[in-house]
């Protein structure tokens, strides 16, 4: 069964854990449970699924390379394009992700390895974090 499963994988931006189980990445990352995940999705029809892009964002969010946005709903979400991360994407549709460590630490290679229940590799060097914008009805707020 895929959808209870951790994978450690190269993400669009960097190493990263990858599941649609959002306990099993709790307790891996030893975070706090009401901290929200990204959930990275393989298509903007999976996206519309789970929240309405405002009218005005279409265009960007369609458009978008490694760049998560929060939604107005408070949740937030990154359309994937690169290759290698939708070949998982594809088949679960979409998946909660986050990086490949401790929260607040750097990434350790055998953390990462003794949680994961299964590597997908090659795992190559982290990359830069992705943008992250808020969406309102109107506005554009850049939060990193």
Same mark, same amino acid.
């Given at each position: 069964?895929?959808t209870k499963?951790?994978?450690?994988?190269?993400?669009?931006?960097t190493i990263?854990?990858?599941?649609?189980?959002?306990?099993?990445?709790?307790?891996i990352?030893?975070?706090?449970p009401?901290?929200?995940?990204?959930?990275a999705?393989?298509?903007?029809?999976? %996206?519309? !699924?789970?929240?309405?892009i405002?009218?005005?964002?279409h &265009?960007?969010v369609?458009?978008?390379?490694?760049? @998560? /946005?929060?939604?107005?709903?408070?949740?937030?979400?990154?359309?994937?394009?690169?290759r290698?991360?939708?070949?998982? %994407?594809? !088949?679960?549709?979409?998946?909660y992700?986050?990086s490949? &460590?401790?929260?607040?630490s750097?990434?350790?290679e @055998? /953390?990462?390895?003794?949680?994961?229940?299964?590597?997908?590799t090659?795992?190559?060097s982290?990359?830069?974090a992705?943008r992250?914008?808020?969406?309102?009805?109107?506005?554009?707020?850049?939060i990193?």
């Amino acid at each position: 069964m895929l959808t209870k499963k951790v994978f450690l994988t190269q993400t669009d931006t960097t190493i990263g854990f990858v599941s649609q189980d959002t306990e099993r990445l709790t307790r891996i990352k030893q975070r706090p449970p009401h901290k929200h995940y990204i959930t990275a999705v393989n298509s903007q029809k999976t %996206l519309q !699924r789970f929240a309405r892009i405002p009218s005005r964002h279409h &265009n960007r969010v369609r458009r978008s390379k490694k760049t @998560t /946005f929060i939604m107005p709903n408070g949740y937030s979400y990154r359309l994937i394009r690169d290759r290698h991360h939708l070949l998982l %994407l594809n !088949r679960l549709k979409w998946a909660y992700t986050t990086s490949a &460590n401790l929260s607040g630490s750097e990434y350790d290679e @055998t /953390f990462a390895e003794k949680n994961a229940d299964v590597i997908i590799t090659p795992l190559r060097s982290t990359e830069q974090a992705s943008r992250i914008y808020k969406l309102g009805k109107t506005t554009l707020k850049r939060i990193r």
